[in-house]
């Protein structure tokens, strides 16, 4: 390990919050509490900032696997502050695959993204065929981000669809995603459901979240309501 991970893990370990390291684990069954350190967010946000494009940085991000769920964390914060289009995607090619959790996979929101709206769909729909559950989670989550509004197109509705997975992780973003499509763009979105087009868990959990969500008139969730589906079960 080189000098600058080093000294980052110290800074890191400087702002160790025990309690917050214990809150922190309770949200994150995927992680070991030992690899929690107890850094919250806006802190790791600041560390970013002051570390964006320095060598120190590079360094970091080299130096992969980490160890701890906050390099993870920063790694991705680091990402999403650079301003090369190509070479956040080369980022994120190398980095996504040992993201192991919900809570580093959402931070990441590469600002450059909104400046490519053309070429990242396309690199979008590659990653969610992916056999690694946050790069297909990741995928999903910027498509809700950038593409529900001026820039959705109703095939984006389809790639969702289209994504089977046996993973918890993906399919609650694949429910969040069809929610939110309920929202910004119900008439491409109900059909989805009135098809029985997602697996019957997506299918119920897009259901209960539309129903949750302020963004969605009283009269839509009665009638979302009565889509809901018996699984396999029976229940």
């Known amino acids: ?24 684990s309770r949200l994150m069954p995927t992680v070991s509490p030992e690899a929690v350190i107890g850094v919250r967010m806006p802190q790791l946000r600041r560390l970013a900032r002051e570390l964006t494009a320095t060598p120190e940085a590079v360094a ?15 790694h991705g914060l680091l990402i999403s502050r650079m301003n090369d289009y190509a070479m956040v995607v080369q980022a994120l090619d190398k980095f996504l695959p040992f993201v192991d959790n919900w809570a580093t996979c959402d931070c990441i929101s590469p600002r450059v993204f909104a400046r490519h709206p053309d070429a990242l769909p396309a690199q979008l729909h590659r990653w969610m065929g992916s056999r690694h559950t946050y790069v297909v989670r990741f995928a999903v989550g910027m498509l809700m981000q950038f593409y529900l509004d001026s820039a959705f197109r109703p095939a984006y509705l389809d790639w969702v669809a289209e994504v ?23 008439q ?6 009135q098809q029985n087009r997602l697996s019957t868990w997506v299918h119920n959990k897009t259901i209960q979240k539309a129903v949750e969500s302020y963004r969605i008139p009283p009269e839509q969730k009665t009638y979302l309501k009565t889509l809901r589906r018996k699984s396999a079960a029976g229940k």
Request: hydrophobic residues 45%.
């Open 1 to 24: 390990m080189c000098q600058a991970v080093e000294e980052i893990r110290a800074r890191l370990f400087s702002l160790q919050d025990t309690e917050y390291k214990a809150f922190q």
């Open 164 to 186: 089977h997975s046996e993973e918890y992780y993906v399919n609650m973003m694949l429910a969040w995603y069809f929610a939110t499509a309920l929202a910004k763009q119900p």
């Open 60 to 74: 970091f991000m080299a130096d992969l696997p980490h160890r701890y769920y906050e390099e993870n964390t920063l």
């Open 188 to 193: 491409a979105a109900l059909p989805f459901l």
